[in-house]
Each structure stands twice: as structure tokens, then as C-alpha cells.
T-cell receptor, first 111, second 114 residues
Framework: DAKTTQPNSMESNEEEPVHLPCNHS???????IHWYRQLPSQGPEYVIH???SNVNNRMASLAIAEDRKSSTLILHRATLRDAAVYYC????????????FGSGTQLTVLP | DADVTQTPRNRITKTGKRIMLECSQT?????MYWYRQDPGLGLRLIYY???????NKGEISDGYSVSRQAQAKFSLSLESAIPNQTALYFC?????????????FGPGTRLLVL
């Protein structure tokens, strides 16, 4: 399975945008890009996913590079409640495939 | 009420004891999962079930067993607990839209094996 690479940690100031990068240079054509986040003392929660086109939802935006070898999760205005570990995960197409979580990026939001 | 619940939330046990962690969901999903998380690491899949009659091993199933009693219930057992099974355990459910799924996690069970 293709692997993802994320920075171990990032910092952001409150109310500023945050761009969380993810490299996946060996991504295959049928791999979807998923993002989950894990708030302190909680289970992971789904954030967003996409295949080729940029995606927006109420939580975040996902920008996917044209060659799909990297993607960026964008939080438009970080709040203290966005402090979490963010996981970038590739999931091959096909109903029997599972999510594989890496170590993620620890986002710290500074007041 | 939470859609995915886990009991107990915290458990301390001794080496060699048998324990069961329980998971219930009200989301009506067929797919359920058990993961463990160790400090500073991501989640690793222990077992998963696509429906009541289906049980599959994940990447770290040794030392664990599961039971899918109903669509809504999926239990994880440690037949003879050992200290390196000390971890945070998460249950999850998922719905499948096309070929992609979204997983919904419970709050976790913190297990300490002495």
C-alpha cells in the first residue's frame, strides 16, 4: 500500500488559517485521500476525503495537487478546539480495504 | 446519546486474567472495528466485522478474540491479558458510500495490565 508522510508537529495562531501538508508520492490512481483528526482523550473523527478534485465541507478544505502526489488540509480559521493530531490516510478503492493510520501531525493552536 | 459507546471506559487488570471490552452502536452500520493505540503512535487494527456472520483478523490479532453478537454489538476479549496489551482501545463503525467509507469512533477504553 502507498505510504503517507506528514510533519510530526505544527503550530498555528488562533483565528489564522492552517495548512497541513501530506506527501504521498507513491499514490495509485484509485487511492482516495482521507483525513481524520483525534482530539485529546477522544477517538478519531472524520474530517474530509477526496480523489482528484479539491473538496470543501463545514470542517475544512482539501486541496489535492494536480499530480496527486501531495495534498493539503486547510483549516480556514484555527480555533483552540482544532488542536489535535491530524491523520492523512490513503484508502484504495474497493469495499474490502481498510484504513491504515500513521503517526499524524500534532497541531498546536496558540491563543 | 453517543452513537458508539464503549464499556468500560477504564480498566485495570492483572496478568493472566480474561477480560472483555464491549462496544455498542446505534448508527445501524454493518461494519465494526477494534483498534488499539499506544502512546505517541497511530491506531492499529485488531479485528473487523462486515456483518454479523463475518469476522476478520487485522494486523495485530494475536492474543485477542472477538464476538459479533448482533449488528449493534461487537466485543473484544483478551483471553489471558499480558502487560504489553496495556493500551487505549477504540471501537469504530462505518458506512460505505460507493467504495469509500467513513468511520465513526467510540470514546475509547483505557486498559492497564499489571
Amino acid at each position: 500500500d502507498a505510504k503517507t508522510t506528514q510533519p510530526n508537529s505544527m503550530e498555528s495562531n488562533e483565528e489564522e488559517p492552517v495548512h497541513l501538508p501530506c506527501n504521498h508520492s507513491t499514490i495509485s490512481g484509485t487511492d482516495y485521500i482521507h483525513w481524520y483528526r483525534q482530539l485529546p482523550s477522544q477517538g478519531p473523527e472524520y474530517v474530509i476525503h477526496g480523489l482528484t478534485s479539491n473538496v470543501n465541507n463545514r470542517m475544512a478544505s482539501l486541496a489535492i495537487a494536480e499530480d496527486r502526489k501531495s495534498s493539503t488540509l486547510i483549516l480556514h480559521r484555527a480555533t483552540l478546539r482544532d488542536a489535535a493530531v491530524y491523520y492523512c490516510i490513503l484508502r484504495p478503492s474497493g469495499s474490502a480495504r481498510q484504513l491504515t493510520f500513521g503517526s499524524g501531525t500534532q497541531l498546536t493552536v496558540l491563543p | 446519546d453517543a452513537d458508539v459507546t464503549q464499556t468500560p471506559r477504564n480498566r485495570i487488570t492483572k496478568t493472566g486474567k480474561r477480560i472483555m471490552l464491549e462496544c455498542s452502536q446505534t448508527k445501524g452500520h454493518d461494519r465494526m472495528y477494534w483498534y488499539r493505540q499506544d502512546p505517541g503512535l497511530g491506531l492499529r487494527l485488531i479485528y473487523y466485522s462486515f456483518d454479523v456472520k463475518d469476522i476478520n483478523k487485522g494486523e495485530i490479532s494475536d492474543g485477542y478474540s472477538v464476538s459479533r453478537q448482533a449488528q449493534a454489538k461487537f466485543s473484544l476479549s483478551l483471553e489471558s491479558a499480558i502487560p504489553n496489551q496495556t493500551a487505549l482501545y477504540f471501537c469504530a463503525t462505518s458506512d460505505l458510500v460507493g467504495t469509500q467509507e467513513t468511520q465513526y469512533f467510540g470514546p475509547g477504553t483505557r486498559l492497564l495490565v499489571l
